[in-house]
């Protein structure tokens, strides 16, 4: 394979909105930047399929310290106070940006367009509840919202690389010096040495059924990783609602935020076992439910001005979200009129876990930034902290990374890879090309994804269950792994992404191990209750001798809440009858 | 496997489709200038290529692909 070398001040791997952030504001200091993507920047990243920005803004109403308090809560204590100022101080400058960048957005009136600095813009209100006050979500107005960012890179003079599939990061004198991959089309060795290099590669998703994350395998925290770098918070991890008979993502959420009540949830008992919940994040529920055998669960269509909910979910079809309405017509799901099956995926871990940073979105490895979902704030503990929150962050984290690693770049002494080192690199890399037989990338997924995805795995979770699940995926790294065997360069992509998503599986299921106790949408059953006494806490890994050390550390007295409160009232999310 | 088909009659060549697959499903056909599907069994169902379509050539099916396990 020939061999591409690209120099750069600063680059940035993974173009969602986070990477487009970086390079922005790298570029805005002066540094040259180089992005690149293993799809396409502008049709990639959750970011293309997201809907919501968060922003926050005292003169409209929103108050401060309800909102911490919100995010506390919501959070269960072990949320990152400092990142939760951070994303609500700094949600409306990020807003501007992209208003600047040429990002249309909905107006108080339902119009598409661009707000005026002072001008509240359309936002969402939930239903103000004892435990959630108000939503402070406003939605991008244009479907291709990420080509409109891809124009803003370029325009901003940096260099995008497509289709370039980055799989390890290049390492001298203990920093990160750049990173090597392919073109998944091409095929080519390509070398990007780099002064300083941010990782915004996303979440680790095991390709998961929820719409819009298939194509986050963890790359980026995984390389991270094998570079030296430290890990948190992965143990966490989301569900998602999915209609079972249609490839789309629906329904609960346009549902409360256009009715004044929220559809009916039953299951086979036609029980409406979400009734008495509190509006926290609920998402656990529903595996749980599973758990008792009460499924089916069933979505059903009440309470609701149906012809005003067609036309709004009509207009997210055209602008922002999937195309719903269509799908569920082509598929004959009538949403309006029948009841019809939902399910609660797991998706792997976005938000909240990835890549240990500072403020800065520095890592310990000296020259590598991260953001965005491969970024481990610990923004929103374990859950999910606020509608829109994922948007803001990705640009908030995007900004300060992209920041960070040009300051970092411009004081940086020059370096020199040498032949032998990027050897190593090309054997990893292509080394499931070579001889002629081993085990195919969709064969490995296919065994990942059965071991990780049954609900009694990773949400309804035990000990036991841990444990044999971590037995399979040590042996298919140990087999599989070892033995991958790609027939080309497209076949290649997915062989480094099942690379990744095993050893992402490892770290999440050991540190779901690890954590003895169940907070937020992290449930273990065999320790069905907080533990504030022991878990008031943050879990770490690093790869130490060729091992996962894994360690906990205690979060910051002042973020624990008041823990003299009764244990129902700390935690307004009931797992059942405790 | 949800793309179904990409009709060459309808096709006009532009590749909106080809940059916009996240998968890299979609392959072109240098000689007759159309787009076609090329790695089928790694659609995930975004209807990017359907959406973006200017000539209505693309049909994806709404049946799931992505794996589920049932749960009851």
Same mark, same amino acid.
């Given at each position: 394979?020939?061999?591409?070398?690209?120099?750069?001040?600063?680059?940035?791997?993974?173009?969602?909105?986070?990477?487009?952030?970086?390079?922005?504001?790298?570029?805005?200091?002066?540094?040259?930047?180089?992005?690149?993507?293993?799809?396409?920047?502008?049709?990639?990243?959750?970011?293309?399929?997201?809907?919501?920005?968060?922003?926050?803004?005292?003169e409209?109403?929103?108050?401060?310290?309800?909102?911490?308090?919100?995010?506390?809560?919501?959070?269960?204590?072990?949320?990152?106070?400092?990142?939760d100022?951070?994303?609500?101080?700094?949600?409306?400058?990020?807003?501007?940006?992209?208003?600047?960048?040429?990002?249309?957005f909905y107006?108080?009136?339902?119009?598409?367009?661009?707000?005026?600095?002072?001008?509240?813009?359309?936002?969402?209100?939930?239903?103000?509840?004892k435990?959630?006050?108000?939503?402070?979500?406003?939605?991008?107005?244009?479907?291709?919202?990420?080509?409109?960012?891809?124009?803003?890179?370029?325009?901003?003079?940096c260099?995008?690389?497509?289709?370039?599939?980055?799989?390890?990061?290049?390492?001298?004198?203990?920093?990160?010096v750049?990173?090597?991959?392919?073109?998944?089309?091409?095929?080519?060795?390509?070398?990007?040495?780099?002064?300083?290099?941010?990782?915004?590669?996303?979440?680790?998703?095991?390709?998961?059924?929820?719409?819009?994350?298939?194509?986050?395998?963890?790359?980026?925290?995984?390389?991270?990783?094998?570079?030296?770098?430290?890990?948190?918070?992965?143990?966490?991890?989301?569900?998602?609602?999915?209609?079972?008979?249609?490839?789309?993502?629906?329904?609960?959420?346009?549902?409360?935020?256009?009715?004044k009540?929220?559809?009916?949830?039953?299951?086979?008992?036609?029980?409406?076992?979400?009734?008495?919940?509190?509006?926290?994040?609920?998402?656990i529920?529903?595996?749980?439910?599973?758990?008792?055998?009460?499924?089916?669960?069933?979505?059903?269509?009440?309470?609701?001005?149906?012809?005003k909910?067609?036309?709004?979910?009509?207009?997210?079809?055209?602008?922002?979200?999937?195309?719903?309405?269509?799908?569920?017509?082509?598929?004959?799901?009538?949403?309006?009129?029948?009841?019809?099956?939902?399910?609660?995926?797991?998706?792997?871990n976005?938000?909240?876990?990835?890549?240990?940073?500072?403020?800065?979105?520095?890592?310990?490895?000296?020259?590598?930034?991260a953001?965005?979902?491969?970024?481990?704030?610990?923004?929103?503990?374990?859950?999910?902290?606020?509608?829109?929150?994922?948007?803001?962050?990705?640009?908030i984290?995007?900004?300060?990374?992209?920041?960070?690693?040009?300051?970092?770049?411009?004081?940086?002494?020059?370096?020199?890879?040498?032949?032998?080192?990027?050897?190593?690199?090309?054997?990893?890399?292509?080394?499931?090309?070579?001889?002629?037989?081993?085990?195919?990338?969709?064969?490995?997924?296919?065994?990942?994804?059965?071991?990780?995805?049954?609900?009694?795995?990773?949400?309804?979770?035990?000990?036991?269950?841990?444990?044999?699940?971590?037995?399979?995926?040590?042996?298919?790294?140990?087999?599989?792994?070892?033995?991958?065997?790609?027939?080309?360069s497209?076949?290649?992509?997915?062989?480094?992404?099942?690379?990744?998503?095993?050893?992402?599986?490892?770290?999440?299921?050991?540190?779901?191990?690890?954590?003895?106790?169940?907070?937020?949408?992290?449930?273990?059953?065999?320790?069905?209750?907080?533990?504030?006494?022991?878990?008031?806490?943050?879990?770490?890994?690093?790869?130490?001798?060729?091992?996962?050390?894994?360690?906990?550390?205690?979060?910051?007295?002042?973020?624990?809440?008041?823990?003299?409160?009764?244990?129902?009232?700390?935690?307004?999310?009931?797992?059942?009858?405790? | 496997?949800?793309?179904? &088909?990409? @009709?060459?009659?309808? $096709?006009?060549?532009? +590749?909106?489709?080809?940059?916009?697959?996240?998968?890299? *499903?979609i392959?072109?056909?240098?000689?007759?200038?159309?787009?076609?599907?090329?790695? &089928?069994? @790694?659609?995930?169902? $975004?209807?990017?290529c +359907?959406?973006?379509?200017?000539?209505?050539?693309?049909? *994806?099916?709404?049946?799931?692909?992505?794996?589920?396990?049932?749960?009851?």
């Amino acid at each position: 394979m020939s061999e591409r070398r690209v120099k750069t001040d600063v680059l940035v791997i993974g173009g969602g909105l986070a990477g487009c952030f970086a390079a922005v504001k790298a570029k805005e200091l002066n540094a040259d930047v180089v992005l690149t993507e293993k799809n396409y920047v502008g049709k990639t990243g959750c970011s293309h399929y997201a809907r919501d920005f968060m922003v926050f803004k005292e003169e409209w109403g929103d108050k401060f310290d309800e909102w911490m308090q919100q995010f506390s809560q919501i959070g269960e204590y072990i949320a990152d106070r400092r990142w939760d100022e951070i994303i609500l101080r700094e949600s409306y400058p990020r807003f501007r940006d992209l208003i600047s960048w040429g990002e249309p957005f909905y107006k108080k009136d339902g119009t598409v367009g661009f707000p005026e600095p002072e001008e509240e813009p359309f936002r969402l209100a939930f239903r103000k509840t004892k435990y959630r006050r108000t939503a402070v979500i406003s939605k991008f107005g244009a479907r291709h919202k990420m080509l409109i960012a891809r124009k803003k890179v370029i325009d901003s003079g940096c260099k995008i690389l497509d289709r370039l599939m980055i799989t390890d990061l290049l390492e001298k004198d203990g920093r990160v010096v750049g990173a090597v991959g392919f073109h998944t089309r091409t095929g080519e060795f390509y070398v990007v040495e780099a002064k300083a290099t941010v990782v915004s590669s996303g979440g680790l998703g095991f390709r998961a059924a929820p719409y819009g994350r298939q194509f986050n395998t963890g790359d980026g925290v995984t390389m991270g990783y094998r570079a030296g770098a430290v890990l948190t918070s992965m143990e966490f991890g989301q569900g998602m609602y999915v209609v079972k008979d249609c490839d789309t993502v629906v329904i609960d959420g346009p549902v409360a935020e256009i009715g004044k009540k929220r559809d009916r949830v039953t299951n086979a008992n036609g029980e409406e076992f979400l009734n008495e919940i509190p509006h926290v994040p609920i998402n656990i529920l529903w595996p749980l439910e599973f758990h008792k055998g009460r499924g089916p669960i069933y979505h059903e269509p009440y309470g609701v001005d149906r012809e005003k909910y067609k036309e709004e979910l009509k207009k997210f079809d055209e602008t922002a979200e999937g195309p719903w309405i269509t799908m569920l017509d082509r598929a004959g799901l009538d949403i309006f009129n029948d009841r019809f099956e939902q399910y609660m995926a797991f998706s792997g871990n976005f938000v909240t876990g990835g890549l240990r940073v500072n403020t800065s979105c520095e890592t310990n490895v000296p020259g590598l930034y991260a953001a965005g979902d491969a970024s481990g704030t610990n923004y929103t503990g374990p859950t999910y902290a606020a509608l829109g929150s994922g948007m803001a962050g990705a640009s908030i984290t995007g900004y300060r990374a992209g920041q960070g690693a040009a300051q970092f770049a411009q004081k940086v002494k020059e370096f020199k890879l040498d032949g032998s080192e990027v050897a190593k690199y090309r054997q990893i890399v292509f080394g499931p090309l070579e001889g002629k037989s081993g085990f195919s990338p969709d064969h490995v997924l296919m065994r990942i994804q059965q071991t990780i995805f049954p609900y009694e795995i990773r949400m309804v979770m035990h000990g036991k269950r841990l444990q044999a699940a971590l037995t399979m995926i040590e042996f298919f790294r140990d087999h599989f792994v070892a033995k991958l065997r790609a027939s080309d360069s497209h076949d290649l992509r997915k062989a480094h992404e099942v690379r990744s998503m095993v050893l992402g599986a490892e770290v999440m299921l050991r540190t779901a191990l690890f954590r003895t106790e169940s907070r937020g949408w992290f449930y273990r059953e065999d320790y069905p209750r907080r533990d504030d006494k022991n878990w008031l806490k943050w879990i770490f890994v690093r790869k130490e001798d060729e091992k996962m050390k894994i360690w906990a550390e205690p979060v910051p007295k002042e973020y624990q809440g008041d823990t003299s409160l009764p244990y129902e009232e700390r935690y307004p999310l009931q797992y059942q009858k405790e | 496997m949800p793309i179904e &088909k990409i @009709d060459t009659e309808r $096709c006009n060549g532009c +590749e909106i489709c080809v940059d916009g697959c996240p998968m890299d *499903v979609i392959g072109f056909d240098g000689e007759s200038k159309k787009a076609f599907v090329k790695y &089928k069994k @790694d659609c995930i169902a $975004c209807y990017n290529c +359907e959406q973006d379509c200017p000539v209505e050539a693309v049909y *994806v099916s709404p049946q799931r692909g992505t794996m589920i396990p049932p749960a009851w």
